[in-house]
């Protein structure tokens, strides 16, 4: 571990469409003491092997509000810390098996033209729109939030009730204490208010069939674990995905080589989508605070000491040991195994309906709007601070 000063992290997306400097040096050495926006030190995990296998070390836990002396992403919002929700196994692996059983591949590709149905009417507006305009929030927020409120059974005219919530939970530093709390508040109400609707009211959709299993065994899920999983679902399937929407989608068109080789063959979509979870993601790693439990040593000796606040970081997908010129975007890129997801029993499960949704996006918008550019210089995009997830504020295009 380094003696040396902490490093402010995150790190700073300058120029915005490039990997910040510091990704190039972080595997010189496996950890790396860094400084949060809350003033609190962690240690940054940086090699890919080391990342992957401590996804699954049940020495780090997630459980982090449980303990005092572990580090704050920020000093006035806690996040998704919650010292009564169980994030580690043998609880963890409870409720996740009841979540992932509803995000069977089946449930997913079966959403697939629905997901059609929404790319195609915002593309329409799109199409139909001033130009140039911008892709952020045009396209990129819109489908998400709609296809996550169809899912979760969001009545439409809540969507952007649940919207300003959900930018205030988010806050790191952008907005201040007591409007950071009152939208927590009032996303928790609002959640309670939901389950108790599809209680009385029960559909098809993904809260009912949570409400059902729970109503049937608070062993295997409680009240308040049932509102903790269906706030992480609305708030993941949203903001991440819409998030690397208008990231990745600002990746392609300022390298416009990728996108004809796009439009020559759509079959490259899958492994495009792929490539950019892994070359850009939102951010940073700060979504993934851990605390040793006990002392655990790394693949080279290095060790990460009990009581330390570890971050796996998602820079690893630039570890050049594993993907070969790992700053050239190589949509054809084999073995592309990523952490951009997790890993392990910590892998997301919603990862399949992000790829999906980013697979329409992909072929849909390079194909309905073939000519679509930046419509300016990529270095004049500006990503948004002080928040959780750092994508593009806006992303002017035309066509």
Known sequence: MSLSKPV?????????LEIPEQWRHLRQQPILEVCLPSG???????????????????RLSRNTARHPDSARISANNQLFGDANIDSDPPRYLAERS??????????????RPKVWEIAN?????????????D????????????????????????????????????????LPAEEVESCRTGLSTYLTELIEAKRDHPGEDLT???????????????????????????????????????VSM????????????????????????????RYQVMGSSIGSLRYALEDIELSDGSV???GATVMLSVESNMDESVFPDPYTIDIRRKENNHLSFGSGIHYCAGAALARMELQVTYEGLLTRLPNLTLAVPGAQLRRAEGGFINGFTEVPVQW
């Open 8 to 16: 402010s992290y995150p790190f700073p997306w300058t120029p915005p």
């Open 40 to 58: 609190d030190t962690a240690l940054l995990v940086t090699r890919c092997a080391d990342v992957k296998a401590l996804f699954s070390d049940t």
């Open 208 to 246: 009912s069939h949570l409400v059902r299993i729970s109503d049937e065994d608070q062993n295997t899920l409680s009240a308040y674990q049932l509102r903790h999983w269906v706030q992480t679902l609305l708030i993941a399937g949203y903001v991440t995905t819409a998030t690397q929407i208008g």
């Open 304 to 306: 990460v000491p009990k």
């Open 98 to 111: 009841v979540v992932t059983r509803a995000f069977t591949a089946r449930r997913i590709e079966s959403l």
């Open 121 to 133: 009417d915002l593309m329409d507006q799109l199409a139909a729109g001033p130009r140039p305009a």
């Open 135 to 174: 892709l952020v929030s045009a396209y990129a927020f819109p489908l998400p939030i709609r296809v996550i409120c169809h899912l979760l059974g969001v009545p439409t005219r809540d969507r952007d009730k649940f919207v300003g919530m959900v930018n205030g939970f988010m806050s790191i530093t952008r």
């Open 250 to 277: 600002a990746m392609l068109l300022h390298r416009p080589h990728i996108v004809k080789e796009i439009q020559a063959d759509l079959s490259l979509v899958p492994s495009a989508v792929e490539e950019l979870m």
